[in-house]
C-alpha cells in the first residue's frame, strides 16, 4: 500500500490522539496553575505529531527516519513530564498509567516502523510518495 498523505499513517493517528489527552489532561486545576509544566508537556506532545508530519513531508526517507527518531525521543520527554505531573498530584494515577501505555505504544510502533524504513531503504521499496 502507497501511502500519499501523512495523515494515512498508523503512528500519526496514534499521536494526535496523544495531544488530545494530554491537552485534557493539563487541564486540571493543580496543572493549569503550574503554567511551566504545562506549557512544556503540551509542547513536548505537540512535537511528536508534527515531527512524523514534517518527516513525511520530506519525501525523503533518511530525513524521514531522522524526524522519527527525533519524534520517538519526544515520547520519553512527554513521560517524564508525565511522571513529574503525577508524583505532584496533578494527574491520578489512573490516568497517568492510560497515558503511559498509549505513549510506550506509541514510542513502540514509531521504533518498529523506522526499523522497517531502514529494511525498505536498502531495497529502496518504499516512497512516501
Do not use: C, H, P
Amino acid at each position: 500500500m502507497k501511502i500519499t498523505k501523512f495523515q494515512d499513517l498508523e503512528i500519526w493517528q496514534l499521536a494526535i490522539d496523544l495531544v488530545i489527552l494530554v491537552y485534557k489532561l493539563s487541564n486540571g486545576v493543580k496543572f493549569t496553575r503550574d503554567f511551566g509544566l504545562r506549557d512544556q508537556v503540551r509542547r513536548a506532545v505537540v512535537s511528536i505529531v508534527s515531527n512524523i508530519a514534517e518527516g513525511f513531508e520530506m519525501n525523503n526517507n533518511n530525513d524521514f527516519i531522522r524526524f522519527l527518531r527525533i519524534a520517538k525521543g519526544s515520547t520519553g520527554e512527554v513521560k517524564t513530564q508525565l511522571i513529574i505531573a503525577w508524583r505532584l498530584n496533578y494527574i491520578s494515577e489512573a490516568e497517568f498509567k492510560d497515558v503511559l501505555a498509549k505513549l510506550d505504544m506509541l514510542s513502540l510502533k514509531i521504533g518498529k516502523f523506522i526499523s522497517y524504513l531502514l529494511s525498505k531503504r536498502k531495497n529502496k521499496e518504499f516512497t512516501t510518495r
